[in-house]
């Protein structure tokens, strides 16, 4: 078991009952738990096991291709939003190095008359790996269902409709990025993997934390390790998620850093799944979340795609 001081709770003690008072208490102890580090591990998640290895296994044999054969993949004028990103180009807010990655997008799929269309671009698929379509949207789809119930039990916790932030979500421009951290060569290359960094979205589900790496930075400044046992989700609230509550739940620092010893020299994957509002959601305040100790921090709301835009400028992915 992670001996990381951040917790990990069985989310069946909520999804496998209609105790009110049992699940009352679920919903209070996430709720504590992301009031104080904005991170939990979920376990007992209902996603099959072999469906993640699967994931995980064709994830692997995409970035093992040729890096001609990836470079078709990208999608130019994107923003990276589908397909394949290079090595050296995702750079963190403030970091002087780019992070040490590349990694490919896959979105939700909405039909091309949808209002949203011209926001939310068609998927690209690889057509070396014709198994990676079905095995990814499938993962996809599972991590979709799964946040949709943290954000109820969320919801429930801020004392909102338990469908407050579903009814905003079920067209999300949602993202599964699958990440492939190269072995990092010697010389004067940062022995940082990912910059330290909060997420852009209302919520991120990260598969494969299992792997050194994941550090994630205390209320006190100090980086804490999170490596989570095989069987975990980590769920880490995001900065829409932040604004929209007030700061009520912290969207926290985190990166990936080099694990020491051998592991230095080994490649890394992870799958995180970042969970959007609508486009045109507003990322307003939520009126719940002010009070006389904790004062509006946001005079004007946003939509969901325009500070989706104003943050991935700061990154460099558009």
């Known amino acids: 078991m992670s001996q990381s001081p951040i917790p990990t709770f069985d989310i069946s003690e909520y999804t ?16 504590d738990a992301y009031r104080e580090w904005g991170f939990a ?3 007992n998640h209902g996603i099959a096991a072999a469906s993640i290895d699967a994931a995980y296994d064709v994830f692997k044999a995409f970035f093992s291709l040729p890096d001609a054969v990836k470079q078709q993949y990208k999608v130019p004028g994107s923003g990276g939003a589908r397909g ?6 995702e750079t963190a807010k403030g970091a002087t190095h780019f992070d040490l990655k590349e990694f490919f997008h896959i979105g939700r799929e909405i039909p091309r008359d949808s209002k949203y269309a011209e926001i939310m671009q068609p998927n690209v698929w690889p057509s070396e790996l014709p198994e990676f379509k079905t095995i990814g949207y499938g993962l996809y789809e599972s991590l979709d269902s799964l946040g949709n119930v943290v954000l109820e039990i969320l919801a429930t916790d801020l004392g909102l409709a338990p469908d407050f932030f579903v009814e905003r979500t079920y067209s999300g421009n949602s993202i599964l ?11 004067d290359v940062p022995n940082v993997r990912a910059g330290e960094h909060e997420d852009i979205n209302l919520i991120t589900l990260l598969v494969g934390a299992s792997a050194e790496g994941l550090e994630v930075k205390s209320r006190k400044g100090e980086w804490v390790p999170f ?5 975990t989700i980590v769920v880490n609230i995001g900065d829409m998620l932040q604004r929209m509550t007030n700061h009520v739940y912290p969207s926290t620092t985190h990166r990936v850093v080099n694990p020491k010893g051998a592991n230095a020299r080994a ?5 995180p799944f970042f969970l959007h509002l609508n486009p045109d959601a507003s990322v307003g305040v939520l009126p719940s979340t002010i009070t006389p100790d904790n004062p509006s921090r946001y005079a004007e709301a946003i939509t969901a795609n325009e500070y ?4 991935l400028r ?3 992915l558009v």
């Open 177 to 187: 990025r699958p990440i492939h951290y190269p072995p990092i060569p010697d010389g």
């Open 314 to 316: 700061e990154i460099k």
């Open 308 to 311: 989706l835009m104003e943050r």
């Open 16 to 31: 496998g009952t209609t105790d009110p008072a049992a699940r009352a208490a679920f919903v209070k102890k996430l709720g």
């Open 41 to 43: 591990g979920i376990r």
């Open 267 to 271: 490649p890394r994957y992870s799958t």
């Open 227 to 231: 490596t989570a046992d095989a069987d």
């Open 84 to 89: 394949f990103t290079p090595f050296g180009i």
